[in-house]
Nanobody, 125 residues
Framework: QVQLAESGGGSVQAGGSLKLSCSAS????????MGWFRQVPAYNREGVAS???????TYGDFVKGRFTISRDAAKNTLYLQMTSLAPEDTATYYC???????????????????WGQGTPVTVSS
């Protein structure tokens, strides 16, 4: 069992930056992927970025170099540094973890086993 808790969301003007954090607790797994997803009402959850225990990182096409995913193993915390934010980045951002280490599509929400409660991000123009 894994518990995930996001923080760091908020309101920012277009062009600004935010850094999201996801603190993980519970059982540790040797093979895993962790990801950031976002969702707006009436739309499917969209993969933003992922990082796996083998070092593989993946970003959604819309990121275009603006976001960076990282993980601090000592703190068991996942981060998403977001820069050059735009109004279309407004969404609730979720942290997720997959614990089998067998992921075909690291940006597909159905690959993930555990989810945090989400943190809202609002970007105003």
């Amino acid at each position: 069992q894994v518990q995930l808790a996001e923080s760091g969301g908020g309101s920012v003007q277009a062009g600004g930056s935010l850094k999201l954090s996801c603190s993980a607790s519970g059982r540790n797994y040797s093979s895993w992927c962790m990801g950031w997803f976002r969702q707006v009402p009436a739309y499917n959850r969209e993969g933003v970025a992922s990082i796996c225990s083998n070092g593989r990182t993946t970003y959604g096409d819309f990121v275009k170099g603006r976001f960076t995913i990282s993980r601090d193993a000592a703190k068991n915390t996942l981060y998403l540094q977001m820069t050059s934010l735009a109004p279309e980045d407004t969404a609730t951002y979720y942290c997720a973890q997959e614990v089998l280490g067998v992921v075909v599509d690291p940006l597909a929400y159905y690959e993930y086993n555990y989810w945090g409660q989400g943190t809202p991000v609002t970007v105003s123009s």
